[in-house]
């Protein structure tokens, strides 16, 4: 079974501080737009703003750290970027406390957040294709999925019942010191971590900020993939400020209703990177690109048909299972292959590339949504969204294209 493989205790102790974060990050789910609802009284608009243009700008400041993240030790890049979440985050409830707290505050926090989780994202998959083995990658991916989806499942509801008890920012707070925990645990893992070698004229020629993408468009497997990911994450995304207006606002659920709306179907994702192995074997990882990746974008239109009390709670719970399930099960297979088809000096840049584009879908799709949203209704932008992600499994590969760089597989630990 996936959970009862061992992976050594260096990686125990990456996972135990990946798992800090995301329970903290679980319990602040949706933090900043359930900030800007109820502390704020922000319309559609203003929320899907939060969800875009903080992203957006992120994205843009970690284009450049993408080479430095590259030609550097890993383990304290991990370390500043968490570090600088707890900095970014703790001025919350400081300016909340004084009375100061304004919309724009949480825009720059929006992206030092997003930069840094990309930058953090790109040199802990550096770091991860570097500690485990090969056959190891989908185990160690699927435990990380695991204990995503296993977060938010736990987290959204207490997060939701702190907030009702003692205010909007409690939520806040645990995120913010859940990543200094994660900084302190990845500061106890043990071992020497050698400084990359740069290849060509170094870390500071201009080419290098676009070599992920180079790598990711050049691949015909990675690229198809990449153009999904971002239509697919990017529709999914900018449905939630959406679902805070209406699920809050118009249809009058209480927060830790709108939290167990979310949290309950996560346990899907224990079901689906547990299951992501086995299926792997049986089937193969075409197949669960094409089959998979189609029945995850089918649901969302559900959405559109939310009505208030308890059967707009089920359905909202229902939608969710239903493409969690089959987000959990795909998200470490893609994990892993994007590992498997990526050289050891090009892991960081194309993780940061990958997020980047998925972090600039998202920016680009919410904020068009939030205008959708603002001139017709959220329910509205709900239906459209729902819609347009049906034509996603277009882009899928038709073809498996592992043999063209299989043997870069063999130098994984160069």
Avoid at 130 to 139: C, F, K, M, N, S
Avoid at 331 to 346: C, G, I
Wanted: with cysteine.
């Amino acid at each position: 079974m996936v959970g009862r493989r061992p992976l050594g205790r260096q990686f125990g102790r990456l996972w135990a501080a990946y798992a800090v974060s995301a329970y903290g990050s679980g319990l602040g789910f949706g933090a900043l737009p359930l900030i800007a609802v109820l502390a704020l009284h922000a319309g559609p608009a203003e929320v899907s703003a939060l969800s875009a243009v903080g992203p957006a700008v992120g994205a843009l400041i970690a284009v450049p750290l993408a080479p430095w993240v590259e030609f550097r030790r890993k383990r304290p890049v991990m370390i500043t970027m968490d570090l600088a979440r707890f900095a970014a985050m703790a001025t919350i409830p400081v300016a909340y406390a004084l009375g100061r707290l304004g919309f724009a505050q949480l825009l720059v926090i929006s992206a030092v957040v997003a930069a840094a989780k990309i930058a953090f994202n790109a040199a802990s998959g550096a770091y991860l294709k570097a500690l485990v083995p090969p056959d190891d990658l989908l185990v160690a991916n699927a435990r990380f999925e695991s204990t995503n989806w296993s977060s938010i499942a736990v987290g959204p509801p207490l997060g939701g019942a702190a907030i009702g008890l003692f205010g909007p920012v409690t939520t806040v707070v645990a995120d913010a010191v859940s990543y200094l925990l994660s900084a302190l645990g990845i500061t106890a893992i043990r071992g020497r971590e050698e400084a990359p070698r740069p290849t060509g004229k170094g870390p500071v020629r201009a080419g290098a900020l676009l070599d992920g993408w180079r790598h990711i468009m050049g691949h015909p497997g990675l690229r198809a993939l990449y153009l999904n990911h971002m239509l697919v994450a990017g529709l999914i995304m900018a449905t939630e400020p959406l679902l805070a207006v209406l699920l809050l606002r118009q249809l009058g659920f209480p927060p830790w209703q709108y939290g167990l709306a979310f949290a309950a179907p996560c346990v899907g994702g224990l079901i689906g990177s547990r299951l992501a192995r086995r299926v792997v074997a049986r089937y193969g990882r075409h197949a669960v690109f094409r089959t998979v990746g189609t029945l995850r974008a089918i649901w969302l239109i559900g959405l559109a048909f939310v009505r208030p009390g308890i059967v707009g709670l089920v359905t909202v719970m229902a939608v969710e299972l239903a493409i969690i399930i089959n987000m959990s099960l795909y998200t470490p297979v893609l994990a892993t292959y994007r590992l498997e088809h990526t050289p050891q000096h090009l892991v960081a840049r194309t993780l940061s590339a990958w997020s980047v584009g998925q972090q600039a879908s998202i920016a680009v799709l919410t904020a068009l949504a939030g205008l959708l949203a603002d001139v017709t209704s959220p329910r509205t932008a709900l239906t459209v969204a729902g819609l347009l992600i049906l034509t996603t499994p277009l882009l899928l590969p038709r073809h498996d294209h592992t043999p063209q760089h299989a043997p870069e597989l063999d130098h994984s630990h160069s």
